[in-house]
């Protein structure tokens, strides 16, 4: 086991102190996506198109990739984002559908059995860093999946997933044979110092939930100024940026951050931008919506 892997394990089993910041260098790790990607992603073509996205749960990667993307690139200031994101692409080269579900969302979750099915597919220092959380939690899946490792999401997770219905995971199971996913561990800041290519899709998820913890006093306006101006860089002619995601569209009333006011948007949501609404799949909530930015056309 290399010195750097010990390390992250070593700074896995430290997630559990109160104090450590969220969305740092070594944080929870996502099973699967809080987002209704299935309501969304319906809204861009991604057929031969090179395609940035977090690294995150590996959901947007997945979905991306059954919609035909021709490059996957995924970022993430977390690094163990990234050990996730390569247990999630070995689960799907390595599982049946039905062990796929079972590996990350049943009951047995985790399962000690199935996993050593996916290590035929993962790197060696992938295996020594899942090996050495195993150890840990004396090889009780369960004990894993509820522990302090992960965020849990809501009931609704085989939904919020394309390649999760019908007959989609068999397909995505060909199509992750032929391409090539390259991970990236930087934050959404240092994007364009770290990144020389463009893209012609390029996904931000939720982060503007957190530009509060990112910017200044008028963060929102910031956020997207830093889009505008930064995130373009790496954006093809004629590409589209999804700049954010809103949880319980139209409610203003519990709000995430300023990005669910009617009125806080209009004051910095400029024509470039769009907002576009779909069901949501968390069972309290009644829409959410992404904002889109155009490239120049």
């Known amino acids: 086991m290399s010195l750097k892997v010990k390390f992250d394990i070593k700074q896995t089993l430290k997630l559990d102190d109160e104090t450590r910041k969220r969305f740092s260098k070594y944080s929870k ?5 809080t987002e209704n990607i299935t309501g969304y992603y319906k809204y861009f073509d991604f057929k031969n198109k090179k395609v ?5 749960s590996f959901d947007h990667a997945l979905n991306a990739i059954l919609k ?3 490059e996957v690139t995924t970022f993430d200031i977390n690094r163990l984002s990234y050990y996730m994101a390569n247990l999630k692409l070995a689960a799907v080269k390595a599982l049946t559908y039905d062990e796929f579900i079972e590996f990350f969302l049943s009951d ?3 399962s000690y059995e199935i996993y050593k099915k996916i290590c035929n597919y993962l790197d060696k220092n992938i295996i020594s860093y899942f090996n050495g959380i195993y150890k840990h939690f004396n090889y009780n899946g369960q004990a894993i999946k509820e522990s302090f490792l992960f965020h849990h999401g809501h009931k609704n997770l085989v939904t919020d997933n394309i390649y999760l219905l019908d007959n989609n995971y ?5 199509k992750v044979k032929n391409i090539k996913v390259v991970f990236i561990n930087t934050s959404m800041l240092k994007l364009s110092k770290n990144i020389k290519k463009k893209y012609d899709l390029i996904f931000l998820s939720n982060i503007s939930d957190y530009a509060k913890t990112i910017f200044k006093e008028n963060y929102l306006k910031e956020y997207f100024d830093f889009i505008k101006n930064d995130i373009t860089k790496l954006l093809n002619k004629n590409g589209m940026i999804q700049a954010a995601y809103i949880y319980d569209y ?6 995430r951050s300023d990005i669910n006011i009617a009125e806080k948007r ?3 949501i400029t024509d470039e931008f769009e907002v576009k609404i779909f ?3 968390i069972e309290h909530l009644r829409n959410d919506a992404i904002i889109t930015y155009k490239g120049v056309r």
Do not use: Q
């Open 108 to 110: 047995n979750a985790f």
């Open 266 to 268: 209009k004051e910095i």
């Open 279 to 281: 069901p949501s799949t």
């Open 29 to 33: 790790m996502y099973i699967m996506t």
């Open 52 to 56: 940035l996205t977090p690294t995150s």
């Open 170 to 174: 068999d397909i995505l199971k060909e």
């Open 250 to 255: 139209g409610d203003d009333k519990e709000v």
């Open 68 to 70: 035909e993307a021709s």
